[in-house]
T-cell receptor, first 114, second 111 residues
Framework: ETGVTQTPRHLVMGMTNKKSLKCEQH?????MYWYKQSAKKPLELMFV???????ENNSVPSRFSPECPNSSHLFLHLHTLQPEDSALYLC?????????????FGSGTRLTVV | QKEVEQNSGPLSVPEGAIASLNCTYS??????FFWYRQYSGKSPELIMS????GDKEDGRFTAQLNKASQYVSLLIRDSQPSDSATYLC???????????FGSGTKLNVKP
């Protein structure tokens, strides 16, 4: 496995369900991110983890809960979501001392809340 | 919230023409600028980065940066149908490689 891997690729969940999104990076990067991408809107930064410590959460609703057990894995736990939370959720990683490389994105999880 | 503005398009150009994509940003302190390409249903992929005023060329792509006017642009020469995608402009934030993205410009290259 190389790059940034996200699972599942697609997820349909009810408003009362609990689910988790998983992200794994094989690049040796030291920072990981969750972004939300909705139609015709800019990518919205949700969470940043640097060296496994959360450094930014951008006022995301508490129904989204991130977890970063180590520098290679990132989770986004979901519960009691709303239909407006339906979007593409992208995980990314970077090396904080190599700004010129930018982010490497995973393929994303397409989430539909019904 | 830092703002990054892009024309949503679609921008339509014939095959072989030059496509010009523009982006403006609000934070004068920004130092790093990136262009990502996103095909429909796929994740963004990095195609160019630029840090200094002026032009930076990479193959058919040229990024242009003007910090005084707070804009960054991307030129695609000899456009191909395979270049049809949404192009996202990203500008760095305060630290930790945190970037703010524009909403993207959709480019259609017609054969």
């Amino acid at each position: 496995e190389t790059g940034v891997t996200q699972t599942p690729r697609h997820l349909v969940m009810g408003m009362t369900n609990k689910k988790s999104l998983k992200c794994e990076q094989h690049l040796g990067h030291n920072a990981m991110y969750w972004y939300k991408q909705s139609a015709k809107k800019p990518l919205e930064l949700m969470f940043v983890y640097s060296l496994e410590e959360r450094v930014e959460n951008n006022s995301v609703p508490s129904r989204f809960s991130p977890e970063c057990p180590n520098s290679s894995h990132l989770f986004l736990h979901l519960h009691t979501l709303q239909p407006e939370d339906s979007a593409l959720y992208l995980c990314a990683s970077s090396q904080t001392d190599r700004v010129d490389y930018g982010y490497t994105f995973g393929s994303g999880t397409r989430l539909t809340v019904v | 919230q830092k703002e990054v503005e892009q024309n949503s398009g679609p921008l339509s150009v014939p095959e072989g023409a030059i496509a010009s994509l523009n982006c403006t940003y609000s934070d004068r302190g920004s130092q790093s600028f990136f262009w990502y390409r996103q095909y429909s249903g796929k994740s963004p992929e990095l195609i160019m980065s630029i840090y200094s005023n002026g032009d930076k060329e990479d193959g058919r792509f040229t990024a242009q940066l003007n910090k005084a006017s707070q804009y960054v642009s991307l030129l695609i020469r000899d456009s191909q149908p395979s270049d049809s995608a949404t192009y996202l402009c990203a500008v760095n934030g305060d630290n930790f490689n945190k970037f703010y993205f524009g909403s993207g410009t959709k480019l259609n290259v017609k054969p």
